[in-house]
């Protein structure tokens, strides 16, 4: 059974940085469209960021322009590099395919500072 292992987030204050990783224990991310999600507490899971195997990448409004993702298939590992960063940011974030979920990993919390 694939895990993912999400990894890199903390306490930042407005306008900070985080670098989210996420690995997977098996050759996954090379060959699926992979996603950032993020929960806010009382709110669903959103998509946040996703990254196809070719390479395209697409982003929620609330994020676009601030936050990058991008993967390392040697690695098995897909990154968020996120910048800007504001207080509706904080959330959980995960990693997870865009279609037949895996298991969710523990997530990493984000927590931007006003």
């Known amino acids: 059974q694939v895990q993912l292992v999400e990894s890199g987030g903390g306490l930042v204050h407005t306008g900070g940085s985080l670098r989210l990783s996420c690995a997977a224990s098996?050759?996954?991310?090379?060959?699926?469209?992979m996603g950032w999600y993020r929960q806010a507490p009382g709110k669903q899971r959103e998509l946040v960021a996703s990254?196809?195997?070719?390479?395209?990448?697409n982003y929620a409004d609330s994020v676009k322009g601030r936050f990058t993702i991008s993967r390392d298939n040697a690695k098995n590992t897909v990154y968020l590099q996120m910048n800007s960063l504001k207080p509706e940011d904080t959330a959980v974030y995960y990693c997870?395919?865009?279609?037949?979920?895996?298991?969710w990993g523990q997530g990493t919390q984000v927590t931007v500072s006003s």
């Open positions: 997870n395919r865009l279609t037949f979920f895996l298991p």
């Open positions: 990254i196809t195997s070719g390479g395209s990448t």
């Open positions: 098996r050759n996954i991310v090379s060959i699926n469209t």
